[in-house]
């Protein structure tokens, strides 16, 4: 029996017996699972087109297929939230490609450099997820793309949707010299058991998972749902941690550890108790309150761990260590040894942006200098692996050649930006193109600033690209001008930290796009000039 938990009412709770859909969303996914989406894009809309797909597919179950309308070229962000659906959408659809752990074989690589340039128009942009994205899809070739995908072993099964989204990793594990534990493995193994399993294709909401033995801890465990983090016990035995609850968005909260010791071969078993508790316990009958954070804020990390051990795992776990503090950058950017010698060269585009033609490009440099591995990571970055010590600096120099950098500028190695209003249907503003002038601006402002500073740029009040835990977090919204015309702008979130604390939104700090650049100059030479020796922009701000 589960401890007696006061358990609110109403909450739309399985396991309190609500089943009847209390929302649109939840009715939805009642009347059809989402993966079944699948046979009906291949055998019918494929063949029938865009005007024929069924809108509870087009704007609902699709997205279990990592397949989501983009935004008609030119509506201006005042539009966003006026205008229906399907005046805001194209024709077109935006398909992520799950990269599960970042981790890329050559083949894989060139298959979907080959698809953007043949499907998508060229476009490719790394995600915040270690996925890409593609854009210009059309839904005829759809099937094609997924059985060139499925031919090398990748796929988009649910990359979007109520759903197990992609399981983040360290793009470094079992090949970075100081790694605590290589999570391969048992990531590999969640993966296979469960995604795409009718078991979990009906969640509450979108469901993120993080497993590393970095010591970067570069997969940010602190805004996961479920984490598991390479630790060392008392005994010397390697396993991981366990962070539940973690997400930012409105009503932003970290992950709380459980206290726990979770062994190796014990991971997938974890992990299904903890998305089954999610699934039977989650909030379903509002969708702001539906992540698995509000669950874990009601009943607090003793609770959850108790519910874990005594209902659904039907044992104890032990008490483990916490994991140890993070380095300042957790990123994989430069050139570090491999524990085998060899070396690995992590670079920067800018803010994921690259193309179908850049990723052929990265995989005949990833062949020629390494072993072909590519590897993703959660900051719109990229790594080449298994590269010989005498050819890094070879390969430093091909890469500077298109544009990038393995010894980038703070302002390129630590800004990101969302997708934005080029393709997003709920983006108000630019992010890509902005993130990047100011990017060049500021290198050419600041040339000799190189103390950590991350600039998160999100189109929109979600969080895609996490603004509440970056040091300048740059929130899209219209804003008026010294003219008192609307606007594109930005509100302001400073010094938020992982783990630490969300950015303070000071009331009233916003900028217009036109003048962020001098904004940003303005708040980095401040702080440049006051910082004392090691405080962060977050203790200084
Ligand atoms: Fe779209 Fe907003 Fe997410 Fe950016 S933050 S990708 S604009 S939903």
């Not at 063949?47 to 797909?53: A, E, H, Q, R």
């Not at 793009?171 to 970075?176: K, N, R, S, V």
């Not at 970095?214 to 010397?236: L, M, P, R, S």
Request: some cysteine; charged content about 30%; glycine content about 10%.
């Amino acid at each position: 029996m589960p401890p007696a938990i006061k358990r609110k009412k109403g909450e739309g709770q399985w396991a309190l017996g609500y089943r009847e859909p209390l929302n649109k969303n939840e009715e939805n996914k009642k009347n059809d699972d989402g993966l079944n989406v699948r046979r009906r894009i291949i055998d019918v809309y494929s063949k029938t087109g865009f005007d024929s797909i069924d809108p509870a597919d087009l704007r609902g179950r699709f997205r279990w297929m990592g397949l989501y309308t983009q935004r008609k070229p030119g509506i201006d962000g005042g539009k966003t939230g006026a205008l229906e659906d399907e005046e805001l959408e194209d024709r077109y659809f935006m398909m992520r490609v799950r990269i599960d752990g970042g981790q890329l074989s050559g083949p894989q690589l060139r298959t979907i450099a080959d698809i953007s340039t043949r499907y998508a128009r060229g476009s490719a942009d790394i995600t915040d997820r270690q996925n890409v994205q593609l854009h210009w899809v059309r839904i005829e070739d759809v099937p094609a793309i997924w059985e060139a995908l499925e031919a090398v072993g990748l796929h988009t099964t649910e990359a979007c949707g109520d759903v197990p989204r992609t399981i983040i990793g360290c793009p470094l594990a079992g090949i970075a010299a100081d790694e605590v534990i290589d999570a391969t493995a048992d990531l590999r193994e969640i993966h296979d058991r469960y995604i795409g399993s009718p078991e979990f294709s009906n969640l509450p909401r979108k469901y993120k998972t993080a497993l590393s033995g970095c010591t970067a801890h570069c997969t940010v465990h602190e805004i996961n749902d479920i984490a598991f983090v390479g630790v060392v016990n008392e005994a010397g035995e390697t396993g991981y941690a366990l962070f539940v609850g973690g997400g930012l968005s409105t009503n932003p909260m970290f992950a709380q550890s459980l206290g726990v010791f979770v062994k190796p071969e014990q991971t997938s078993e974890v992990w299904h108790a903890v998305t089954s508790i999610f699934r039977d316990y989650g909030y379903r009958r509002l969708r702001s309150r539906a992540r698995l954070k509000f669950l874990m804020k009601d009943w607090g990390a003793e609770k959850f761990r108790e519910v874990l051990e005594k209902e659904y795992l039907g044992y104890a776990l032990p008490d483990g260590p916490e994991p140890a503090a993070p380095r300042p950058r957790r990123d994989h950017v430069g050139i570090h040894p491999q524990k085998d010698g060899n070396f690995y060269v992590g670079f920067a585009p800018r803010v994921g942006r690259v193309s179908g033609e850049m990723l052929g490009v990265i995989g005949d440099l990833a062949d020629r200098y390494g072993s072909g591995r590519v590897r993703t990571t959660i900051e719109q970055k990229m790594v080449i692996l298994d590269v010989p010590e005498e050819n890094t600096e070879a390969l430093a120099d091909e890469l500077a050649k298109h544009d990038l950098q393995v010894r980038p500028s703070t302002f390129r190695r630590q800004t990101m930006a969302c997708t934005g209003i080029e393709y997003c249907k709920l983006a108000i503003v630019d992010t890509k193109q902005r993130a990047m002038d100011l990017i060049d601006e500021l290198e050419k402002r600041l040339p000799d600033f190189d103390q950590p500073l991350t600039i998160n740029v999100n189109g929109c009040p979600n969080a895609c690209a996490r603004i509440q835990v970056a040091d300048i977090g740059l929130k899209g919204q219209l804003v008026v001008d010294e003219n008192g015309d609307q606007v594109e702008g930005f509100q302001i979130h400073l010094g938020g930290q992982l783990g630490a604390s969300f950015g303070k939104k000071v009331r009233g700090l916003k900028t217009t796009s036109a003048g962020l650049t001098d904004y940003v100059e303005r708040v980095v030479r401040k702080f440049d000039a006051q910082r004392t020796e090691g405080e962060t922009f977050a203790e200084w701000v």
